[in-house]
T-cell receptor
Framework: AQSVTQLDSHVSVSEGTPVLLRCNYS??????LFWYVQHPNKGLQLLLK??????LVKGINGFEAEFKKSETSFHLTKPSAHMSDAAEYFC?????????????FGPGTRLSVLP | DSGVTQTPKHLITATGQRVTLRCSPR?????VYWYQQSLDQGLQFLIQ???????AKGNILERFSAQQFPDLHSELNLSSLELGDSALYFC??????????FGPGTRLTVL
């Protein structure tokens, strides 16, 4: 069965500094991996996804993530944080060979951006 | 805007009551997923439908049920409501690309 660990429940950075949100997963099959962002009182928005093509995936708003199979990681990064990046971020795994099974969400990391 | 709509936006009701939440997926998406998000449990997968048939079940209580209609919209029915059922309920839809698109959610408050 799949599982997702987000190593930090809360990350705080200053505006203009890099962002690193960590995600580790376990999966029995070749996984699809996703990052979603949720702003306060809003639905979840897809930031980026990995589905077996390039291991470095670029998403919206300057975010990117690198799939590292040997480390079972899919960390999310951004070179320079903006105030509007303050939100909750969810890492998600889905086993691609097990079509129809549910998506598994990590517990979320709350990103705070300080002025 | 994801293209997924949910109604109502807010719902306030009393313990023991029954409510129905509605979701319309993106045009052409056959899969609909329901999630519950609460402060203590995080985001929990409830159930998935694909083209009218139940496809996968998660942590859905027996008091909860769902269905997907021929026009592909879906309803989540919550009955014998308890205080602990207060949460945000999200619907998501997907096509064969396996990316989920989320609706804005329904906030349920049980008093």
């Amino acid at each position: 069965a799949q599982s997702v660990t987000q190593l930090d429940s809360h990350v705080s950075v200053s505006e203009g500094t890099p962002v690193l949100l960590r995600c580790n997963y376990s999966s029995s099959y070749s996984p699809s991996l996703f990052w979603y962002v949720q702003h306060p009182n809003k639905g979840l928005q897809l930031l980026l996804k990995y589905t077996s093509a390039a291991t470095l995936v670029k998403g919206i708003n300057g975010f990117e993530a690198e799939f590292k199979k040997s480390e079972t990681s899919f960390h999310l990064t951004k070179p320079s944080a903006h105030m509007s990046d303050a939100a909750e971020y969810f890492c998600v795994v889905r086993d691609r060979d097990n079509y129809g099974q549910n998506f598994v969400f990590g517990p979320g990391t709350r990103l705070s951006v300080l002025p | 805007d994801s293209g997924v709509t949910q109604t109502p936006k807010h719902l306030i009701t009393a313990t023991g009551q029954r409510v129905t939440l509605r979701c319309s997926p993106r045009s052409g998406d056959l899969s609909v997923y329901w999630y519950q998000q609460s402060l203590d449990q995080g985001l929990q997968f409830l159930i998935q439908y694909y083209n009218g048939e139940e496809r996968a079940k998660g942590n859905i209580l027996e008091r909860f049920s769902a269905q997907q209609f021929p026009d592909l919209h879906s309803e989540l029915n919550l009955s014998s409501l308890e205080l602990g059922d207060s949460a945000l309920y999200f619907c998501a839809s997907s096509s064969n690309t396996d990316t989920q698109y989320f609706g804005p959610g329904t906030r349920l408050t049980v008093l």
